[in-house]
């Protein structure tokens, strides 16, 4: 095979041509005879026994070409990328294909390239890092939020529904006096105060009684679904039950009921270094982040779609599959339908994050090429037994599973990272001010 007429065009896009020789193409041809020949009925002999230059004699000498093409594409597109040394992402494509007159075949591929990628700024940028102090009222929030998750239920009957209750309802939403898709439901827990109803609804379905029936008037936030935003509608409601949480006392029997301690100050204690270090790590993800972010903002790269398209792919199968939706063979305009995701989801959403985290990988990429990072066979070890000590799992078990190529990679991607880490510097209370 010979690699010739190589072109990088516009918007990270190339071609190149690669043509075989006759010798390979004959070869090619013969062999799809021969995949083909027990089909073949030719008048005059047994089925399949007929030979090629009769069967050539009938239909044509090109009858297997389209085969023999089709057969050496894969090789032809594999040699002609090595020799090439172009660096493509995303699915190739076959721009033309024929052959010659000295019975060759040339092919011409088209493919995206991987982005030039221009760091800007990535080391000594700033972030503002929170407070990562624990005071006594997170303390006695996180308390109390355990407090409500053991809360025993009462069921109320001889009082109108209150905010801090949960009620059992019936409801049926009116726009201009037709039901609107969305607005009905029976039998539906609702905490009062929770906000998780749109403005107005939980205010008014306080102070109903139980068996009580009422039209509540709601105006839709502007922000709301294009079709109901803004407009008035009217939900009838009708209250079936009422029950209140019961709050368990705050003593050292509380703490021995929901934990491993005796005393309810063992137990605080141990609340508060939890929060402490979720506070502390919380802060650092924060401050990471920012870093990040300024970093992928700093960068200057032309990314083909076809990149942020396969990014999108991959984030919407990995999101299918914490429901037990793994079959990759499902279209994705099935699965985007099957898991209720929008046009406007998509767009809105995944389209940017996928954007986010093609940036970052290239971002890390660049500064890997730029301070030429390598894991030695020491460092190597030891990043795969932290990884393994953190989920408890063996270091063999690691390796297995993952492989070592992609667990170095990830291990240059956290090398990476660190040098934009470890360069930062917190923002003072000037640069706050300013």
């Known amino acids: 095979m010979i690699l010739k007429n190589v072109e990088k065009k516009e918007n990270n896009a190339a071609t190149f041509q690669v043509e075989s020789d006759a010798a390979e193409f004959e070869s090619a041809v013969n062999g799809a005879y021969l995949k083909n020949k027990a089909s073949i009925n030719i008048p005059g002999f047994r089925k399949g026994k007929a030979p090629r230059a009769v069967v050539e004699g009938m239909y044509g000498t090109e009858v297997f070409y389209q085969d023999a093409m089709d057969e050496l594409a894969p090789k032809a597109f594999e040699f002609g990328l090595a020799e090439s ?33 221009k760091l800007g700024q990535y080391k000594g940028l700033e972030a503002e890092r929170k407070d990562e102090t624990v005071t006594d009222e997170d303390v006695d929030n996180e308390l109390n939020s355990i407090r409500k998750r053991n809360a025993r239920m009462l069921d109320i009957e001889d009082r109108a529904a209150q905010l801090g209750d949960t009620v059992d309802i019936d409801f049926d939403g009116y726009l201009n006096g037709e039901r609107f898709d969305g607005g009905k439901a029976e039998g539906y827990s609702l905490e009062l105060g929770s906000n998780s109803f749109v403005p107005g609804f939980e205010d008014q ?125 499902v279209p994705m305009e099935q699965l985007q339908s099957m898991l209720g995701l ?26 890997k090429e730029e301070e030429k990072l390598e894991v030695t ?17 063996t270091v063999e078990q690691m390796k297995n599973y993952f492989g070592e190529e992609f667990m170095k990679e990830e291990q240059l991607k956290e090398m990476a990272t660190n040098v934009m880490i470890d360069s930062a510097k917190v923002k003072t209370a000037e640069a706050k001010a300013e």
Do not use: W
Not at 89 to 94: F, H, M, N, T
Not at 98 to 113: A, K
Not at 347 to 359: H, S
Not at 377 to 393: G, I, L
């Open 85 to 117: 040394e172009l660096r493509m992402v995303g699915a190739p494509s076959i721009v033309n294909v024929e052959v010659t007159d000295g019975r060759t075949v040339e092919y011409t591929f088209g493919i995206s390239l991987y982005p030039e990628v």
């Open 205 to 329: 379905v306080a102070g109903m009684s139980i068996g009580e029936e009422k039209d509540l008037n709601i105006t839709f936030p502007e922000n709301y679904t294009p079709e109901l935003a803004g407009k008035d509608v009217v939900f009838k409601v009708k209250l079936n039950s009422i029950t209140t949480p019961e709050l368990p006392e705050l003593d050292d029997e509380f703490a021995k009921d929901v934990s491993e301690f005796d005393t309810l100050d063992e137990y605080k204690k141990s609340l508060r270094e939890n929060l402490e270090k979720r506070r502390k790590d919380e802060v650092e993800n924060d401050f990471r982040a920012n870093i990040i972010k300024q970093a992928v903002n700093n960068l200057e790269a032309d990314i083909p779609e076809c990149m942020i398209n396969d990014k999108m792919e991959e984030t919407i199968r990995s999101y299918a599959a914490n429901f037990g939706m793994t079959d990759r063979s």
């Open 342 to 367: 929008s046009d406007e989801a998509i767009r809105n959403n995944v389209r940017p994050a996928a954007e986010f985290q093609v940036k970052t990988d290239l971002l890390l990429e660049a500064i």
């Open 377 to 393: 066979e020491e460092a190597f070890e030891e990043y795969v037994k932290k990884v393994a000590d953190d989920v408890k799992a």
